[in-house]
């Protein structure tokens, strides 16, 4: 399951730079904000006691729910057959992720909560969709095809961010030492985190003696 959000990231990220090298970049964020998603979800479900088990629940939930949506929009008897056979989820979920949940846990400077609210506003109706469009031109409004590239550098930092914290715990899981050093001096060398739970208090961490 983790190997699915990880790779997802992966994939994100090469997709969101060749967009915006062809001048996408803007729309891109969208890209930007699922891999802020599946990276700091990864985290949460490695570095929780229960994290996994509520990641399995989720996605069972998720799994049945959309299968039933689609069994009621068709006419094929076996699609609800389908969708029944589906098995139901045991305990808990993860919490939402947004809010006091995943991020509000993980986050202790608001970095995830501010970049989660900046990247959103292209992927939901916003002021983004009015300002992107049009600008002044001394003093007059013009109407303009392409967005101006805005925090493209703070944006690209960010999704360096998500890759590494997917990548961290992919080594972890692996069990790559080596690879977990790099990312370590990579991390310091750019002052990227690489995992998300050292403030918690030690019964809500899965590895409360790790200190790096």
Not at 6 to 34: C, D, H, P, T
Not at 35 to 61: C, F, I, K, M
Not at 80 to 100: H, I, M, N, Q
Not at 170 to 199: C, K, S, V, Y
């Amino acid at each position: 399951m983790l190997y699915g959000l990880i790779k997802r990231v992966q994939r994100l990220a090469q997709a969101y730079m060749r967009l915006r090298r062809l001048g996408f970049g803007s729309e891109g964020e969208v890209l930007v904000r699922s891999a802020l998603e599946h990276s700091a979800t990864a985290q949460y479900a490695y570095l929780t006691p229960d994290g996994v088990q509520r990641l399995n629940a989720t996605l069972l939930a998720k799994q049945r729910e959309w299968a039933i949506t689609i069994a009621e929009s068709s006419s094929v008897p076996k699609m609800r057959e389908w969708a029944d056979s589906l098995d139901e989820p045991v305990g808990p979920g993860l919490p939402p992720f947004s809010g006091d949940g995943i991020i509000g846990t993980l986050d202790t400077v608001k970095f995830l909560k501010t970049t989660y609210k900046v990247l959103s506003q292209v992927g939901h109706v916003s002021h983004e969709a009015w300002t992107d469009t049009f600008e002044d031109v001394d003093g007059k409004l013009h109407i303009r095809d392409q967005p101006e590239p805005s925090w493209e550098h703070e944006i690209v930092y960010s999704l360096a961010g998500f890759c590494m914290l997917s990548a961290w715990v992919l080594a972890r899981l692996e069990g790559d030492d080596a690879e977990i050093d790099r990312l370590h001096h990579f991390g310091n060398e750019l002052h990227l985190p690489w995992r998300l739970d050292l403030h918690l208090p030690r019964e809500k961490r899965r590895f409360p003696d790790d200190e790096i």
